[in-house]
T-cell receptor, first 110, second 109 residues
Framework: KAGVTQTPRYLIKTRGQQVTLSCSPI?????VSWYQQTPGQGLQFLFE???????NKGNFPGRFSGRQFSNSRSEMNVSTLELGDSALYLC?????????FGPGTRLTVL | GIQVEQSPPDLILQEGANSTLRCNFS?????LQWFHQNPWGQLINLFY???GTKQNGRLSATTVATERYSLLYISSSQTTDSGVYFC???????????FGAGTRLFVKA
């Protein structure tokens, strides 16, 4: 069974731009969660989706948004990028509460 | 919200040594997982262990939910065990996961 995939793997953007990251969960998994990892703040929860509905959201500004499609694939969007948004963005899918992570997208904002 | 504390923050071991990593959490949780993050950033599942004890090779874990802690044991450590070990818990609603700050392990040859 294929694991969680994330695209792109690496991304370089400039301040003020916007970015969309994609996550394809493991087949049969309907829950998708997103996390941001930075050296200063560690791993922080962004949001969780199940059956196209956001069930919970972390403490991030409204510039961070996401959505889930009917096939459980998910995207997250960050608008008006700031230098501090440089991070590893991780996506996880789960079925019976156990989460499995993708390889991440490393975003650099210049 | 739930607080998750991991100890020790850093650990240096000689190859072959044993170690115990601890995860304390501040409230009742639905789920608890242990992960190993490799140098490329990939989080690798070690254990899904909301309660009880599990073993997988040289690794084992115990969660005592009533006392709000979990332990990860690494025996006969190898250099490939190096990396960061994270504990993650989900609140009783189950939809929000909180990670500890991690334990950074370095195993010397």
């Amino acid at each position: 069974k294929a694991g969680v995939t994330q695209t792109p793997r690496y991304l370089i953007k400039t301040r003020g731009q916007q970015v969309t990251l994609s996550c394809s969960p493991i087949s049969g998994h309907r829950s998708v969660s997103w996390y941001q990892q930075t050296p200063g703040q560690g791993l922080q929860f962004l949001f969780e989706y199940f059956s196209e509905t956001q069930r919970n959201k972390g403490n991030f500004p409204g510039r961070f948004s996401g959505r889930q499609f009917s096939n459980s694939r998910s995207e997250m969007n960050v608008s008006t990028l700031e230098l501090g948004d440089s991070a590893l963005y991780l996506c996880a899918s789960s079925r019976n509460n156990e989460q499995f992570f993708g390889p991440g997208t490393r975003l650099t904002v210049l | 919200g739930i607080q998750v504390e991991q100890s020790p923050p850093d650990l240096i071991l000689q190859e072959g040594a044993n170690s115990t990593l601890r995860c304390n959490f501040s409230d009742s949780v639905n789920n608890l997982q242990w992960f190993h993050q490799n140098p490329w950033g990939q989080l690798i599942n070690l254990f899904y262990i909301p309660s009880g004890t599990k073993q997988n090779g040289r690794l084992s874990a115990t969660t005592v939910a009533t006392e709000r802690y979990s332990l990860l044991y690494i025996s006969s450590s190898q250099t490939t065990d190096s990396g960061v070990y994270f504990c993650a818990v989900s609140d009783t609603g189950g939809f929000k996961t909180i990670f500890g700050a991690g334990t950074r392990l370095f195993v010397k040859a």
